[in-house]
Structures are given as C-alpha cells and as structure tokens.
C-alpha cells in the first residue's frame, strides 16, 4: 500500500475512531502493553540492530542516546499506556452549553482532530506514546520515524497495528512510513492530515514547519534555562541545576544556561563544579563565572545553543528582571526555572517569564506528559495555538458545535419578533 492509499485509508478510519466507546478504546491500550510485554526480546533484538547500524555510520552521539529502547524503556512505556487507560476519556466531553432561546439549545463538545501526521527522529518510544495517545483520543495517525531506528519501529508498529485490530479498531487507523521520499510526500496532504507534530533536531522540525500547508505543531529547540536566585537554598539549587543538567542530557527539557544572582554566585558556583564535575559536565562561563570557577568562555551563541550534551553555559546576573529579560531573548519557550526561597520572586519570573512551562524550585526533567500525569505526550509545543507544553490526550481535541432547536429561524430574530436570552447552562 503507498503512502496516499494509507493516508486515505486513515482519514476513512479516523471516522470511525471518533465514536467509538472507551472501553473499546481502553481494551485496545491494554492489548498494546501486554504485546509489548510478550514481545519485549524480539523489540530489544531490533533495536539492537538498529544501534549497531547507527554506531557504523557514526551517527551523533545524541541521537544514539534517544535511540537506545530497551527493558527499562519498555517499562516505561507500558506504564505510560497503563496511566493512559486510567485517565477520562474526553471525546464527547460538553465543555460549555448555552440556551439562545426557549428550546434553542448550543453546546460545545470535545471532538478528535482527525488524522496526526507524526515525523520523528531516532526515538522508537515516541512511536508508542504516540499510537496510544492518539488511539485515547480518537484520533488516526500516520507515522513516519528515522532510518536510524528502522527496525525497531518497524516491530513496534506491527505490534500496536495486530493489538489494536484485534481489540476491534478500524483497519488502516495506523501507518507506519518508511522512505525518505514518504516525509516530503506528507508535507503535501493536507486533503489527508489535518496536523503535523514533528519531533526531532531543530534543522528537522523548522524544515517542516517551513515547508507544508498543514498546521504544525511542535518545537524546534529546547533552550531551557535555571535561574539561581539570590535567596536561594545553595544545597537545593546544586541538587536542582544538577539533575536538570545530567538526569538525561540528549532531551530537549534538559538544562542548557544556567542564570546565577552575582550575590549567590560566589557559594553556589563551586559547589555546583564539584557536583557536575563528577559527571564530566564541561561548563562554558561569562567573565564573572570565570573569576569564580574554572570555565571556558562562553559567548553570545552559547546563550542561544541546544547543547544535548553534557555542556552547561553559565552567566551571572544582577537581578531577576535581568534574568526574565535573559530568558524572553534567548530561551525557546520551552521551560525554565527559578530557584528561591523568596515567594515574591517566584511570582514575579512565573509569570513574567514567556515559556510554556515555568517552573519553582524543581527540576526542568518534570516537563513530560508523563510526568505530569498525561499518560504520555506525543510532543511539546512551544507555540501559542490550542495546546501549549507536554501536549497530552487534551491536546489532541478540538471541538464542535452542536445547535439543537424546534423550528427557529434567524428572520425572526432580525426583525425583532424574537429575542435571545443567551443563558449559559454550562460553563468552562
């Protein structure tokens, strides 16, 4: 089957996941997590062969990190499709009704958006958080991931396709693409897709922003930023900064500049080069950072760098207005952080700060669907259209307008024979 016979199959399809009920829904999920459980040697098998491959053709090091997919990352992912299946299902949801007139009756309910055209890059878990978020959602999905991570994909996507048909999904509400000409082939169908989520490098995600009709909804970098504040806690802020930085580098939510008030600079800095020096953390400084801590010198394209790596860049600043305005000029919008004790200033830089996740006191790392408590995310968004961060089930709703009458017609209500009341029933 091509890609357009698949990509009309899916919108076919993508009618028929719209109503179907939950529980066929949760069945299909719970058929996902155990195939992948029952099948996690042969996945493990692919995925190495996919790794061997890669290291071959010296593909970067961030890129193999994301490639890697093995028994934890299995774990991971079926308890993420298990947190998925305990979460509400929000197709049909009435999210507002108004009455405009005796029996005139307006109600807006969540609906799917249809068929999600997903490009992604190296990570085969993305496959599976995908499929299952857009599979609670009511939505088809055509998938297209790396050559990088080709069989592992390819394995995932025959596990998730057999569950799910066999758990009563329509035939066709996944595809998997595997060509490269099959990416410039999706950029042109949007009689096919109505959304595209790329995940991928910056170079990867602005291509194909740049170059389709279809809405795009994504992130190209992911600049985050931790400000250390001047009331900081210095024992908190290193174990903070630290984990941002180390937990997982090769991910778009992990820590590349870090913001220090001058006046916790001087105590903070070499407690936070002890603890990232035993991670082999090669720290880039402005002058300041330099007379106090052993760093090479960073410059302008540093503060505007998504390292994925273990790289830090470092610059001491004088006030929390300065690293605000730090952050709105360099940072992607993607998370950023303060650590203070000081509530006041907290207030001020969360909402100040023009990101789609603000954060006090915590790890950048908790910017995850998962984490926060989606059953996974098929992306983050760091635009500002319908959906805003870890994009979750929500994010893959729409609405519709439903208008229930008895016979009313407009004239009435031009002339002034009629008049509306515009009740509200239910509210947001």
Request: net charge negative.
């Amino acid at each position: 089957m091509n890609i357009y016979e698949s990509a009309k199959l899916a919108r076919e399809a993508s009618i028929q996941l719209a109503a179907i009920d939950s529980d066929t829904k949760n069945k299909a999920l719970k058929a996902i997590a155990k195939a992948l459980e029952s099948h996690k040697r042969e996945i493990e098998k692919a995925n190495t062969v996919d790794i061997q491959n890669s290291e071959q053709e010296q593909v970067a090091m961030p890129i193999l990190k994301r490639l890697k997919f093995d028994e934890n990352k299995i774990k991971d992912v079926i308890e993420g499709i298990e947190s998925l299946c305990g979460l509400e299902d929000p197709v049909g949801k009435v999210q507002l009704k108004t009455e405009l007139d005796e029996d005139l009756i307006l109600t807006r309910i969540a609906s799917p958006i249809g068929v999600i055209g997903v490009i992604f890059e190296s990570r085969p878990d993305a496959l599976v958080q995908i499929s299952t978020l857009c599979l609670k959602s009511g939505n088809a999905v055509l998938l297209k991931g790396g050559s990088e991570a080709k069989e592992t994909n390819k394995i995932l996507y025959e596990i998730i396709k057999k569950a799910t048909e066999e758990a009563g999904l329509p035939e066709g509400w996944i595809a998997l693409m595997e060509t490269r000409e099959d990416v410039n082939n999706i950029l042109k169908m949007d009689k096919y897709i109505d959304l595209l989520i790329p995940r991928g490098s910056n170079a990867f995600v602005s291509y194909i922003m740049k170059n389709s009709n279809i809405p795009v909804m994504g992130h190209a970098d992911g600049i985050c930023h931790t400000y250390v504040d001047k009331d900081a806690d210095i024992e908190l802020a290193v174990k903070v900064v630290t984990d941002s930085k180390v937990q997982y580098v090769a991910v778009c939510n992990a820590l590349e500049t870090l913001l220090v008030h001058k006046d916790a600079a001087p105590s903070f800095l070499p407690k936070l080069k002890d603890s990232l020096d035993k991670h082999q953390v090669i720290l880039k400084g402005c002058e300041e950072t330099r007379k106090i801590i052993e760093a090479e010198p960073a410059d302008e394209t540093d503060w505007a760098t998504e390292y994925l790596d273990y790289i830090l860049s470092i610059k001491i600043v004088d006030s929390v207005k300065e690293a605000i305005e730090h952050i709105n000029e360099y940072g992607s919008g993607h998370t950023d952080c303060i650590v203070t004790m000081n509530q006041e200033a907290a207030d001020e830089f969360m909402m100040l700060v023009d990101s789609g996740n603000v954060f006090h006191n915590v790890s950048t790392r908790f910017s995850d669907g998962y984490r926060y408590g989606f059953g996974a995310e098929v992306g983050v968004s760091t635009s500002k259209i319908h959906a805003r961060g870890p994009v979750g089930i929500e994010g893959l709703l729409i609405y519709k307008y439903k208008l229930c009458g008895t016979g009313q017609i407009v004239a009435d209500y031009a002339t002034g024979k009629k008049h509306f009341t515009h009740k509200r029933i239910i509210s947001l």
